[in-house]
């Protein structure tokens, strides 16, 4: 029978590795929930609508890239590209406006049609975080401030910040339209995407990857000149906000976030080490989209990273701290198998970390693999420590041999934690 594979564009995410995504994992938590954000946890398919309304059909996510099926009751449902939308139904659905800020956050799969290739899936994982009911530009620093403490935290440097705004409705609508007419005369030299989004969508063929393009794009008129007084007051609050952070940044006027909710802050978090698919998190304000999807006008903000990508770093440059093995517990003859067993439960229930042998094998062969295994201690179980309810305990850093009661072992946990300290 032929062998079964993964679907192409999904990994899987083996042992070995899973100690990195671990302690990525539990870095974020514990950074996230000191700045008081909480997580959410949304379903991983939505209706087809919520994502046509909350991302926009022109964009190549909805276009493209969308999981969309029909179930048996006749539905359209979509696998998630992309959470925000799923956070903002969910929020207005549950009336979490009446609490005030929400500062939530989310980690999971999403899904996009798209070709596979280095730190590009099409099952991959984000880490978001979305502020939700605040217009305060010190929302979008703390935003960007967390997502570079998280890096930061993770041992990655060199991390590039791209920060750009997009400004409110009005400013898009004369931008878009100096766009369009500057960009008309060019049309017929222009990528065919862009061609297309000429009329549709005219602001994502700034961040076109076609060479011509952006050789005509480079001297369109920058969106920055459009912006109106407010936008321009937040915009410079946002960027004195980050100096005093001193989190440093470049303006990329070019910036524009392939989502049309986006409004005002737009930034990119990219890294030198990923080749082609350079960008670690995305985000933005979002002041559009709650309004858009049926609930009231609430300001927003939030990013999104790519976990894939984050690993991708986190391998190459980042130390992953290694788990501890307190026990290796050997064991041969009837008798001392079967007290095996209770012994390592009752140190796993103590708190210590025991893996327990199950070969059967010779001692001298079991006691080779708990020199591997990187224990601190090895407990050795034969006949005669069986008989007597004893065992041995061998320290591996020093060698050193002392015979106990099973029970003396059990008897003092904090004792044995300090032990262990000592021979580690
Ligand atoms: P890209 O330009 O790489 O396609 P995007 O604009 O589609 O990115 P967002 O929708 O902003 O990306 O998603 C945020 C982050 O999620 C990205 O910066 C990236 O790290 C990650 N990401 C997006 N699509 C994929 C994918 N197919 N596989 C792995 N990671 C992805
Ligand atoms: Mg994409």
């Known amino acids: 029978m ?61 276009g493209k890239e969308m999981y969309t099926f029909t179930d048996r009751g006749d539905r359209s449902i979509t696998l998630r590209p992309e959470n925000t939308a799923g956070v903002v139904r969910s929020y ?4 979490l406006s009446a609490r005030g800020l929400q500062r939530l956050w989310y980690m999971g799969p999403m899904f996009r049609y798209e070709r596979p290739q280095a730190g590009r899936q099409r ?12 217009a305060d530009p010190r929302a979008d620093a703390e935003a960007i401030a967390i997502a570079t403490q998280i890096l930061k935290s993770l041992g990655l440097k060199s991390l590039k910040l791209d920060l750009n705004s997009v400004g409110n409705r009005e400013d898009r609508l004369n931008y878009r339209q100096a766009l369009i007419d500057y960009l008309t005369p060019y049309k017929e030299e222009l990528d065919a995407d862009s061609q ?29 000149e459009y912006l109106g007084d407010f936008s321009r007051n937040h915009f410079e609050q946002v960027q004195t906000l980050l100096t005093d952070l001193g989190i440093e940044y470049q303006i990329n ?21 990923l080749g082609a698919q350079a960008t670690v998190c995305g985000g933005g304000r979002y002041d559009g989209l709650v ?22 770093l986190v391998e190459k440059l980042a130390q992953v701290p290694q788990s501890t093995l307190d026990f290796y517990l050997i064991s041969r003859g009837e008798l001392a198998q079967r007290q095996s067993l209770k012994l390592a439960q009752g140190l796993r229930e103590a708190g210590f970390a025991v893996e327990l042998d199950l070969s059967g094998a010779a001692l001298k062969k079991q006691m080779a693999r708990g ?14 420590e069986a008989e007597q309810q004893e065992v041995q305990l061998k320290w591996m850093a ?23 300290d000592k021979h580690s």
């Open 2 to 62: 032929a062998q079964l594979q993964g679907i192409r564009g999904t990994r899987d995410i083996l042992p070995d590795e899973v100690v990195r995504w671990q302690w990525v994992e539990s870095t974020a938590r514990r950074i996230l929930s000191q700045a008081q954000y909480r997580e959410i946890r949304t379903p991983i398919f939505e209706q087809t609508e919520l994502f046509a309304r909350g991302i926009g059909e022109a964009t190549d996510v909805v």
């Open 398 to 420: 020093t060698k050193e041999q002392q015979t106990l009661e099973q029970s003396d072992l059990l008897s003092n946990p904090p004792y044995l934690r300090q032990q262990l």
């Open 253 to 273: 006027p070019r910036l524009v976030r392939g989502l049309d909710y986006y409004t005002h802050t737009a930034f990119e978090i990219q890294s030198d080490d």
């Open 291 to 312: 309004a858009e999807l049926g609930g009231k006008e609430t300001p927003a903000v939030g990013w999104a990273m790519g976990l894939e990508r984050l690993m991708i």
């Open 92 to 95: 207005i659905e549950h009336s």
């Open 196 to 224: 297309d989004r000429l009329t549709r969508n005219p602001l994502r063929i700034l961040d076109s990857k076609d060479k011509r393009t952006q050789e005509i794009v480079q001297d369109a008129p920058s969106l920055l």
């Open 371 to 384: 020199d591997k295994s990187g224990a601190i201690a090895c407990l050795i179980l034969g006949d005669r």
């Open 123 to 134: 099952q991959f994982h984000q880490l978001g975080l979305e502020a939700i009911g605040s």
